[in-house]
């Protein structure tokens, strides 16, 4: 696979990559930095092109972008007009606060979106009893959490935040939306199991309170309530957060 090429009109060459071995993804990736209307050349393995095209196809028409053979003696197998469907995913989304700190009143469809992130609008409302800055928030709150995970171990200390590195825009783009999906992961390990442990009666044990719930043995709150890991590394979100903002000033 190689980048693609800079010029009036960018190619990509994906080379043996199939869709189902992720070649959507890096056709995604060349489009998006394209404007709605201007084309990609797509190069793929030539024993590989007739399986590709009818697979290509197929998804141009599902995302929007228009499909275009080529020309005779072209030594690209297909271009792509890139459509507009792409910017509509972000219309109306909005930035889950920020890194400067918690914000005043969080909006309801924030949810377990790590601060920073972008939120699609459509999204389901959360209701939280307690919501804003005004009611939870105290002066001292960074430093009381500091010292309760310092006894465990000292993310500041631990982790060579100022070591100088250098990686390739995409990969970093990349370990910053692992980051943010590591934090919304860590969110709901922690929200989904504490509102059923609220709903229990203590004189219940919880396994039992929670079988009346799910058929699954193993579902997602048994597995919050019952490896107190989960809840424990709560603590690494801000790494996580901290990791994702390193080169950008949000998360994924």
């Not at 993804?25 to 007739?50: C, I, Y």
């Not at 910017?87 to 969080?106: L, M, V």
């Not at 939280?128 to 200390?157: C, G, I, R």
């Not at 070591?163 to 825009?169: A, C, I, S, T, W």
């Amino acid at each position: 696979m190689t980048k693609p090429e800079t010029s009036l009109s960018p190619t990509i060459n994906i080379e043996a990559l199939s869709f189902a071995q992720g070649a959507h993804l890096l056709l995604k990736r060349a489009l998006r930095a394209l404007t709605p209307g201007q084309r990609l050349g797509v190069r793929v393995a030539p024993e590989h092109e007739r399986e590709f095209l009818t697979h290509l196809r197929g998804w141009c028409r599902a995302q929007g972008h228009e499909f275009f053979d080529r020309e005779d003696k072209e030594s690209i197998c297909a271009w792509i007009g890139r459509g507009r469907a792409m910017n509509g995913r972000w219309q109306q989304a909005e930035r889950a606060s920020g890194s400067d700190g918690p914000h005043a009143a969080p909006s309801l469809r924030w949810g377990f979106a790590a601060r920073g992130a972008m939120v699609e609008a459509g999204g389901q409302s959360f209701h939280y009893s307690l919501h804003t800055k005004e009611q939870v928030w105290a002066d001292n709150a960074p430093k009381l959490y500091a010292q309760a995970v310092a006894a465990q171990w000292n993310p500041n200390t631990a982790i060579r935040w100022e070591e100088p590195f250098n990686l390739d825009e995409e990969i970093e783009s990349a370990v910053v939306q692992v980051m943010t999906y590591l934090i919304e992961n860590e969110n709901a390990a922690l929200q989904v199991p504490a509102r059923l442990y609220r709903a229990n009666s203590p004189a219940l044990p919880r396994s039992a309170a929670i079988a009346r719930h799910s058929n699954r043995r193993r579902s997602a709150s048994c597995r919050g309530l019952h490896a107190p890991r989960h809840l424990a590394s709560k603590r690494t979100g801000p790494v996580h957060c901290r990791r994702a903002a390193i080169a950008e000033d949000f998360a994924g």
